[in-house]
């Protein structure tokens, strides 16, 4: 099993800047993908950034700008530095990780960790 432990969220003015940090543990091995889902409010939960075992990323487009995905692959664990933040970036924020073995696929996912941008 994985476990995935989220860190670095807390309370920041709009324009300021926050890292958070998931730190993956258990079967390490077959992790293809970590990430992190935001979910705010009266809202769906979507995609923030995402990183492959390959270096790949992806942002959504309200955070490509302001957001950096990287990964420390002696730690396991993948950090999001979030720059430039705003109201709309208020929410929980759920890292993930895949684990693929063979032709199986599991998520996992963090506790999720509050961010809240105040105006």
């Known amino acids: 099993q994985v476990q995935l432990v989220e860190s670095g969220g807390g309370l920041v003015q709009a324009g300021g800047s926050l890292r958070l940090s998931c730190a993956a543990s258990g079967s390490i091995i077959g992790i293809n993908a970590m990430g992190w889902y935001r979910q705010a409010p009266g809202k769906q939960r979507e995609l923030v950034a995402g990183i492959t075992s390959g270096g790949s990323t992806n942002y959504a487009d309200s955070v490509k700008d302001r957001f950096t995905i990287s990964r420390d692959n002696a730690k396991n664990t993948v950090y999001l530095q979030m720059n430039s933040l705003k109201p709309e970036d208020t929410a929980v924020y759920y890292c993930?990780?895949?684990?693929?073995?063979?032709?199986?696929?599991?998520?996992?996912w963090g506790q999720g960790t509050q961010v809240t941008v105040s105006s």
């Open positions: 993930y990780a895949y684990r693929k073995i063979l032709a199986s696929m599991t998520q996992y």
